[in-house]
């Protein structure tokens, strides 16, 4: 595709679809003309850099998460659907949670969630200093809840890519980590459970934080 026909848009597009299938270390220019069926040296005349490349398809993806109308419904259902939203988009793109400690990503798509999250919190009768604190903590929560999945999509495609060798020593690590448990007691006790498994959590782990968070919230309202 010439340059005089590409479009900043379809590159982040194909830049997106390309980092969910290959994360951070696999995008480059090269691969990107590839499935653009275009020249790096096009890309380039639209975007001068990986860095600026990976902060637009950030800005791209954090549109996916609706923001509630809250004229038509309360802080809690508000926040809740926002949480869970961000969360949904996280694991749909595991590559970003990456991004933030390799990249500065910032744009209207980011500020339009953070613009909405503070009026979500400021409804809920938090004083603006105390509404940032409310945002910044479920954020930092749904990032954190985000990272497992992450964690073990970038562990099997590295797995994927080290064929048969990288297989032996998974399944070593695996029997090795099984056997440590097997010394503690709580531990030994969940080796079959989803809390035994790498970055995995129990199931509705990210609904029962969540929702202790949010009752955190109420309380402290409600004491003023």
Known sequence: MPRSTLTRDQIVRAAIDLLDEEGLDGLNMRSLGRRLNSAATAIYWHIRTKDELVRLAADAVWTEVAVPDLDTTDWRAAATETASGMYAMLQRHPWLGQAFGAHFLYGPGKSRLDDRSLAVYEKAGFAPADADRAAASVFVYVLG???????????????????EEAERQQAE?????????????????????????????????????????LDGFEARLAHG
Do not use: H, T, W
């Open 173 to 213: 690590a695996a029997a090795q980590a099984a056997a440590i448990a097997d010394g503690f007691p709580r531990l030994r006790a969940r080796l079959d459970s989803p809390a035994a498994d790498y970055a995995a959590a129990p199931d509705a782990s990210f609904e029962f934080g969540l929702r202790a968070l």
């Open 145 to 163: 809840s985000a990272l497992g999945a992450a964690a073990r999509v970038a562990l099997n495609r590295r797995v994927a890519r080290g064929g």
